[in-house]
């Protein structure tokens, strides 16, 4: 079967694929206004009764505000060593260079269960378990490789010659950094912030390990939550989230373009 | 005409001793990456306010050259002075070099002003100078009011002049630039030229310009360095390098020229099949060597047998097999017998004389048969 870029039947195949990628995030937004008790597809009454609820739930509200802290930490940790290993990578030149971001990527190769099973092995010898400091290492091994590939392939597409001059106007190394290189891979920067963020507020699997009884994060609870209790509050939850998303997701592609900063475009 | 082209003899090629100080020395200057020579063992000494272009073919290591004078590569061996101090192992923000990129290299992220100021922040120049001084470079290279752009707002030829300004203004003592030129289209290249030129020399600053344009190194420099595999082939003013070119490979590279091959029967006289041409130096009798005369040195005429002979000139009969115009001249292509030579002549208004079939008969000085050793 011939499926042409411009073909109807690529279009009709594209449609299909999205609508089964989407249709149960689709289906989440009426239910979250339902008044029903229960989860039931369509609602028999309507309403914002759930949307009400959400913040007198103390364990889901006290999960979130971790989860926000987890993120904002973990975000502001992978900058602060993927920016330097990214610039060692592209910019330096030795042996084993290649061998190396291999290595520092690999995680994104690595099904999330293993590394999850992986790192309760190490924590619990350790004494990190249902910690602060142990959530933010299991979430940073997870966006670290995100925020590496993001900004090494920004400053990948910088062109050098850019730096060299800096360097012959009279800028010492650092100075060349900070005043030309920095700048110049802001897009990147905020591209990998954004996605460390998502990546961390969102991770579940991993979290699942490591969580204890006082220190859980929101997507952890929202999964014990429909374990336990059906109704619709969880709906209400996940319509909150995906609004958020999506806000940033904009936000980032007014301001820069996730499709350059994700590397797709050429030099500026 | 004719007499003119007996007469003429080799001009005095020899310069008048340029009384300058050697400003930039570049002493067994060598670059290797693993296998490959970049740059073989290059010695060049640049006089203090000269204007010297490496010119030479894709590959030959002029940009190599350029960036290790910069301190931007490391060289493998040798030395660089500048000024009688020795920077070969200074890093490149303290050896006070301005250098313009091929593809102008400004900060996409300031203003053509920012750019500009930025050398001069770095050494600490006071605010107020800072301005003054961007606004004197900016006037300088003819932007004054384009201060507040990016650089993506400016045309090919803005932006190198943005370039330029931002390596003249920090003042130093060495400027360097890689093919500065070659993004321009060739109006804007010509005037670009001049403008160089004619700051450079209002500012007395010694200049290396790297080129593989030979219009360019010819029009614009003092001297010329002719690089070629990663040596240096030839120093000399526009007028040696294209007189008395030292290879074929430079009489082939600076300016057309036709090659004939042949030997060398007795001092002075070069069979070529079966024809003999006469030149004014040869090497020893037996040696094979390569004969290159340029197309407009060589005069065409419609009828043969209407030439004389003459013991300093050369004459060839042939057919011609090609006729181009190009407006200002028209080139015949001439079967000679062991080889096809090209020949220019001016175009004037009226019936061309020569046609395509024509026999005619070809005539250059001695002078102009220039001999050489490589076939390349
Ligand atoms: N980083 C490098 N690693 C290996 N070889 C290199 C490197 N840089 C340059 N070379 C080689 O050195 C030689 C000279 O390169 P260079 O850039 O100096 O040439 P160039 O004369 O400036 O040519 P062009 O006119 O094309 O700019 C080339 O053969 C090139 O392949
Ligand atoms: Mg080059």
């Known amino acids: 079967m011939d499926i042409g870029r411009n073909s109807q039947g690529f279009t009709l195949l594209v449609g299909l694929l999205f609508a089964f990628l989407l249709a149960p995030v689709l289906f989440v937004f009426p239910i979250s206004f339902s008044n029903d008790p229960f989860l039931a597809f369509p609602p028999q009454s309507w309403g914002f009764k759930y949307f009400a609820a959400l913040p007198r739930n103390a364990v889901l509200m006290s999960a979130f505000r971790t989860s926000l802290a987890l993120a904002a930490t973990v975000t502001a940790l992978s900058l602060a060593l993927a920016v330097p290993a990214a610039y060692a990578l592209v910019r330096l030149d030795f042996r084993g260079r290649d061998w190396l971001m291999s290595l520092f990527t690999a995680p994104l190769l690595l099904p999330s269960i293993v590394l999850g099973l992986a790192i309760l092995l190490v924590f619990v010898r350790v004494d990190l378990l249902a910690t602060y400091p142990g959530l933010v290492i299991a979430h940073l091994v997870v966006t670290l490789p995100y925020a590496l590939r993001v900004i090494a392939t920004a400053l990948g597409t910088l062109p050098p010659a850019i730096e060299d001059a800096a360097a012959t106007l009279g800028a010492p190394p650092f100075t060349v950094f900070r005043r030309v290189t920095l700048p110049m891979m802001m897009p990147g920067i905020v591209a990998a912030s954004a996605l460390s963020f998502l990546v961390s507020f969102d991770e579940v699997v991993i979290s699942l390990f490591i969580v204890g009884p006082k220190l859980s994060t929101f997507p952890v609870e929202m999964f014990r939550y429909v374990e336990t209790r059906t109704d619709p509050l969880i709906a209400a939850a996940s319509v909150i989230l995906i609004v958020a998303t999506i806000g940033i997701v904009l936000v980032l592609e007014r301001s820069i373009g996730v499709a350059r900063a994700l590397g797709k475009a050429s030099q500026p | ?376």
């Open chain 2, 1 to 376: 005409m004719m007499t003119s082209l007996i007469d003429r003899d080799m001009p005095t090629i020899a310069p008048a001793h340029d009384p300058r100080p050697d400003h930039l020395v570049l002493e067994g200057l060598e670059k290797r990456y693993d296998k490959v020579v970049a740059v073989a063992a290059l010695d060049l000494a640049v006089r203090q306010g000269e204007f010297i272009a490496l010119l030479g073919p894709s590959g030959c290591g002029k940009t190599t050259t350029l960036r290790m004078t910069a301190g931007l590569v490391p060289a493998s061996a040798g030395r660089i002075v500048i000024g009688g101090r020795d920077v070969t192992h200074l890093p490149p923000y303290r050896r006070d070099i301005g250098l313009v990129f091929q593809n102008y290299a400004l900060f996409p992220h300031m203003t053509v002003a920012e750019n500009v100021a930025f050398g001069l922040e770095m050494r600490k120049v006071p605010k107020a100078d800072i301005g003054k001084r961007v606004a004197e470079a900016l006037a300088l290279v003819r932007l004054a009011q384009y201060g507040e752009r990016r650089p993506r707002e400016l045309s090919g030829g803005q932006q190198q002049r943005v370039a330029l300004a931002r390596a003249l203004v920090i003042r130093p003592s060495i400027l360097l630039l890689d093919e500065p030129l070659s993004n321009l289209d060739a109006k804007l290249r010509e005037e670009m030229r001049t403008e160089i030129r004619e700051i450079q020399r209002r500012l007395g600053i010694t200049t290396l310009f790297v080129t593989h344009d030979q219009v360019e190194a010819l029009s614009m420099c003092d001297r010329i360095a002719v690089m070629q595999a990663g040596e240096l082939v030839q120093l000399g003013t526009p007028f040696e390098i294209y007189e008395r070119p030292r290879r074929a490979f430079i009489a082939d590279f600076v300016g057309r020229s036709n090659k004939l091959d042949g030997i060398v029967r007795e001092a002075g006289v070069i069979e070529v099949g079966p024809l003999t041409l006469r030149a004014t130096e040869t090497p020893a009798r037996g040696t094979e060597v390569r004969i290159s005369v340029r197309p407009h040195r060589i005069h065409i005429h419609p009828h043969p047998g209407s030439a004389r002979p003459h013991a300093r000139t050369n004459l060839l009969v042939g057919r011609v097999v090609r006729t181009t115009y190009v407006g200002d001249v028209f080139q015949y292509d001439v079967d000679v017998g062991p080889g096809v030579m090209q020949v220019e002549k001016p175009t004037a208004a009226g019936p061309q004389p020569i046609s395509r079939g024509d026999e005619v008969e070809l005539e250059w000085s001695v002078v102009d048969t220039l001999v050489f050793e490589d076939r390349p």
